[in-house]
């Protein structure tokens, strides 16, 4: 089955400095690859996404690029605030049923 | 007007004890889902339902049963609670299940403690 791997797994910036977030994955088949940001006490929540067919997708500060041959996907935030301190989640979906594999996790700490 | 709901938000507990976790969203989605997270921020997959009929069922104990009576409620039973079940309890619910990926909305999670 699809197996995700994640790093860093702690990730500690200055404000204002960007961040990078690097998933692998084992399925080629793999077709959907979101991002979630969950904060602390709080559920997951989807903050970008990006489909198979598409190598970039930008919304603001945040991006995400995927290497569907190197079967890798990055998070990137630039100009980061105090207020995307969380952990954040990558994901990819094999296809079939609608299922995510989650990454292990990154616990992002921007520091004024 | 939340989203996806569950119920209790907290649940302290004896081993051994039976106990139920309910779930409702009302966004319309025909997919519901149970993830768990662990104490190190897992976040795993244990079952998914789409329009009332199970379709995925990770490798989780049997003492787990989730139940849909219809596509807007998904609950989770829980049978004789060890101490490792202590963990977040996310319900999360989604469009379809076809090969496209569609978001996954989840619920503020169950926090269940088995002491």
């Known amino acids: 089955g699809e197996n995700v791997e994640q790093h860093p797994s702690t990730l500690s910036v200055q404000e204002g400095d960007s961040a990078v977030i690097k998933c692998t994955y084992s399925?080629?088949?793999?077709?959907?690859f979101p991002w979630y940001k969950q904060e602390l006490g709080k559920r997951p929540q989807l903050i970008i996404d990006?489909?198979?067919?598409?190598g970039e997708k930008k919304d603001q500060r945040i991006a995400v690029t995927l290497n569907k041959t190197a079967k890798h996907f990055s998070l990137h935030i630039t100009e980061t605030q105090p207020e995307d301190s969380a952990v954040y989640f990558c994901?990819?979906?094999?296809?079939?049923?609608?299922?995510?594999?989650f990454g292990t996790g990154t616990r992002l700490l921007v520091s004024p | 007007d939340t989203a996806v709901s569950q119920t209790p938000k907290y649940l302290v507990t004896q081993m051994g004890n039976d106990k139920s976790i309910k779930c409702e969203q009302n966004?319309?989605?025909?997919?519901m889902y149970w993830y768990k997270q662990d104490s190190k921020k897992f976040l795993k997959i244990m079952f998914s339902?789409?329009?009332?009929?199970?379709?995925i069922n990770e490798t989780v104990p049997n003492r787990f049963s989730p139940k849909s009576p219809d596509k807007a409620h998904l609950n989770l039973h829980i049978n004789s609670l060890e101490l490792g079940d202590s963990a977040v309890y996310f319900c999360?619910?989604?469009?379809?299940?076809?090969?496209?990926?569609?978001?996954?909305?989840f619920g503020e999670g169950s926090w269940l403690t088995v002491v």
């Open positions: 994901a990819a979906k094999p296809p079939g049923f609608q299922k995510l594999v």
């Open positions: 999360a619910s989604s469009y379809g299940t076809g090969n496209t990926g569609n978001t996954i909305y």
């Open positions: 990006i489909r198979s067919n598409v």
């Open positions: 966004l319309g989605h025909d997919t």
């Open positions: 339902y789409n329009n009332k009929e199970l379709i």
């Open positions: 399925d080629s088949a793999s077709n959907y």
